[in-house]
């Protein structure tokens, strides 16, 4: 049963402080985001790529969250340095191309970060 | 931005009991996706209806979709107590369709009570 992993499940960390958060997308899935969940503002997508090239990272602060895909196997989230507001669940999805233009999107379990 | 917006935001019933969610968005769709949360867990994949569709089924599962009052509503028969989940709404916006990006709503908060 393929399934998307991210790691590290939990991160608690000082503010200022570099956090990496990595994802393993379904073998097969060509299409990558990233998406961070808060009670407040819901589910909102950060970053999403297609055959690793980066489409869209226009939900991302710039100055401070880097998103890449070194290769298929690993799409990785950095932030740097890091701040209390970005406390958040971070989830992985990868997707396919179904048909008519429709993507199927595939979650992970998510990273639980904790900044103090 | 949001584009979906699920009504409730929470659900109290008995097992047994059908569940109603509905969802409204903003601007021509491709499709509406249906997806469940779990406390704790990803987001899961529901149940997908295209525009040109009205009514789609999948097991306890009925998802409406009128595209002339941009919404859709969540049918969930004979709910059970692992029916507990937050339900999302997600649309890909018609000329961003293609690119396969969701927007997703903030949820309805389905408690089940056995």
């Known amino acids: 049963d393929a399934r998307v992993t991210q790691t590290p499940r939990h991160k608690v960390t000082e503010m200022g402080q570099e956090v990496t958060m990595r994802c393993q997308p379904i073998?097969?899935?060509?299409?990558v985001f990233w998406y961070r969940q808060t009670m407040m503002q819901g589910l909102e997508l950060l970053a999403y790529f297609r055959n690793r090239a980066p489409l869209d990272d226009s939900g991302m602060p710039k100055d401070r969250f880097s998103a890449e895909m070194p290769d298929a196997t690993l799409a990785t989230l950095k932030i740097q340095p890091s701040e209390p507001r970005d406390s958040a669940v971070y989830f992985c999805?990868?997707?396919?191309?179904?048909?008519?233009?429709?993507?199927?999107?595939?979650f992970g379990p998510g990273t639980r970060l904790t900044v103090t | 931005s949001q584009q979906g917006e699920e009504d409730p935001q929470a659900l109290s019933i008995q097992e047994g009991e059908n569940a109603t969610m509905n969802c409204s968005y903003k601007?021509?769709?491709?499709?509406l996706q249906w997806y469940r949360q779990n406390s704790g867990r990803g987001l899961v994949h529901l149940i997908l209806?295209?525009?040109?569709?009205r009514e789609k089924h999948s097991g306890r599962l009925r998802v409406t979709l009128d595209t002339s009052k941009k919404s859709s509503s969540l049918l969930i028969t004979a709910s059970r107590a692992a029916d507990t989940a937050s339900y999302f709404c997600a649309t890909d916006a018609l000329n961003g369709g293609s690119q396969g990006n969701l927007i997703f709503g903030k949820g309805t908060k389905l408690s089940v009570k056995p």
């Open positions: 601007t021509s769709i491709n499709n």
């Open positions: 999805a990868s997707g396919f191309y179904r048909d008519r233009g429709t993507y199927e999107q595939y």
């Open positions: 073998l097969g899935h060509n299409t």
């Open positions: 209806i295209r525009s040109n569709e």
